[in-house]
């Protein structure tokens, strides 16, 4: 059975720029969460998406979006970027709404410049 | 509003030592989830254990056990006779009713784990 996917793993932006992050879940999962992982700031939620509608959002900027579809396949956008935003996405499928037990992907490490 | 406090930053110990890492909560959800996740060096976030808020029953799992007492919102994590391979990074999470339905999972800032041979 497939983990969840994460493309692309690694990449390097400019200030001003935006980023577009990929993830597929688990087959049969419908709940996708996305966390921005920093040294400073460890794992900090951004938001959580079920049956392409966002249940759940964390304190981020609106600069931070996001989306699912219908086959559960998710996104997160970035717009214009910041150095800050320099971290390791990583996304999590939940196979049940009800126990929050999460897989996680191996990240999209972003690098803005 | 919920929180995990993982007080201790790093822990270096030698192999065959016992080591705990601590974890401490807040909610004010009375149905709520707790988990340890383990990053090893290579990234990956890998589930190790979940207790529910109504089950306060320790764990033991081979050389890991887990002990979740609720009157001190704390559940704490012990490898036994740590190896090598136990060096990660550890984080304890919290898992409540979220706004909208489902759940929100928060993270503590985790413990790094050093295990000397």
């Known amino acids: 059975k497939a983990g969840v996917t994460q493309t692309p793993r690694y990449l390097i932006k400019t200030r001003g720029q935006q980023v577009t992050l990929s993830c597929s879940p688990i087959?049969?999962?419908?709940?996708v969460s996305w966390y921005q992982q920093t040294p400073g700031q460890g794992l900090q939620f951004l938001f959580e998406?079920?049956?392409?509608?966002?249940?759940n959002k964390g304190n981020f900027p609106g600069r931070f979006s996001g989306r699912q579809f219908s086959n559960s396949r998710s996104e997160m956008n970035v717009s214009t970027l910041e150095l800050g935003d320099s971290a390791l996405y990583l996304c999590?499928?939940?196979?049940?709404?009800?126990?929050?037990?999460?897989?996680f992907g191996e990240g999209s490490r972003l690098t803005v410049l | 509003a919920q929180k995990v406090t993982q007080a201790q930053t790093e822990i270096s110990v030698v192999e065959k030592e016992d080591v705990t890492l601590d974890c401490v909560y807040e909610?004010?959800?009375?149905?709520?989830?707790l988990f340890w996740y383990k990053q090893p060096p290579s990234g990956e976030l890998v589930f190790l254990i979940r207790?529910?808020?109504?089950?306060?029953q320790n764990e033991i799992s081979g050389r890991y056990s887990w002990n979740f007492q609720k009157s001190t919102s704390s559940f704490n994590f012990t490898i036994t006779a740590s190896q090598v391979v136990d060096s990660a990074v550890y984080f304890c999470?919290?898992?409540?009713?979220?706004?909208?339905?489902?759940?929100?999972?928060?993270f503590g800032a985790g413990t790094r784990l050093f295990v000397k041979a």
């Open positions: 998406y079920f049956s392409e509608t966002q249940r």
């Open positions: 087959s049969g999962h419908r709940s």
């Open positions: 999470a919290l898992s409540g009713p979220g706004g909208s339905g489902g759940f929100k999972t928060i």
């Open positions: 207790r529910n808020s109504f089950d306060e």
């Open positions: 909610t004010r959800d009375t149905t709520y989830y």
């Open positions: 999590a499928s939940s196979r049940s709404e009800d126990t929050g037990e999460l897989f």
